[in-house]
């Protein structure tokens, strides 16, 4: 058996889990479900983990027999100082999960490896579930757009396709289109976001007509701290 749970990491938004079985999606929520806040705004999918874990165990399956781990964002593919622009401020909202100190922000601010601690993640939500936590848990950091990508083909039930990615903005591109066969994915064509990003253009406009994050505009100013509800979750 070969099983893989996918969920958001870092702390971002919508924040979702998924678990594959053997090539097959059996179990998917969203941490908004639990939260009861809408787009589950820098809320680490911390119930949805739980949930997952709780669906598994129903099977006789326990956190030690996941082979692997997918997180949808390469730290790799950032420039050193896009990663820390774009981090800095999801570690300051992770230090209110009490998984890892101050140093370890530090750290993982300067290096830009965020997947330690996705693991310290993991090892609370099991621990708090009182199972026995693996001694090796495996991250696969995968690109955002070939995630958006995969979602898409592996389950249209074409073999070969071409697929269109349209985002504000990945690790550095904002639009790619992919050509697919047999499960095997080429780029063809990347667009950088800093000069062709069809969704930042439309966040800008929808700011302008006056929509909140996430309901149309970019912009993530005003926001309460985590934990804690803003004017933006009431709309």
């Known amino acids: 058996m070969m099983l893989v749970i996918g969920f958001n990491w870092p702390i971002e938004h919508d924040h ?17 479900r639990f939260s009861r806040h809408k787009h589950s705004v820098f809320e680490p999918p911390i119930r949805a983990l739980k949930e997952a874990f709780k669906f598994l165990k129903k099977q006789g399956i326990k956190p030690k027999d996941v082979n692997a781990y997918a997180v949808n964002y390469d730290p790799k593919l950032f420039t050193t100082e896009d990663r820390k622009a774009f981090y800095i401020n999801n570690f300051i909202y992770a230090v209110n999960l009490r998984i890892f100190g101050k140093k370890d922000i530090i750290k993982e601010y300067i ?20 199972e ?13 757009h070939l995630a958006h990508a995969a979602s ?22 904002s639009t790619v289109i992919w050509k697919v066969k047999d499960g095997n ?13 069809i969704g930042s253009l439309y ?10 994050w996430l309901e149309g505009a970019g912009k993530a100013m005003g926001l309460a701290p985590y934990g804690e509800k803003s004017a933006y979750y009431d709309k």
């Open 16 to 32: 979702s889990v998924a678990i594959i079985q053997d090539g097959k999606l059996v179990f998917a929520v969203e941490e908004e």
């Open 111 to 130: 290096t830009g490896n965020y997947l330690d601690s996705a693991k310290r993640l993991l090892r609370k939500v099991i621990h708090d579930l009182r």
């Open 132 to 144: 026995e936590v693996p001694s090796d848990i495996k991250i696969y950091p995968v690109r955002h």
């Open 152 to 173: 898409a083909y592996y389950f249209s039930g074409f073999q070969s396709a071409t697929v269109l990615t349209i985002d504000s903005i990945g690790e550095w591109d």
């Open 185 to 197: 994915f080429e780029e063809v064509l990347s667009l950088y976001a800093s000069y062709a990003s």
């Open 203 to 212: 966040d800008a406009i929808s700011q302008r007509l006056g929509f909140s």
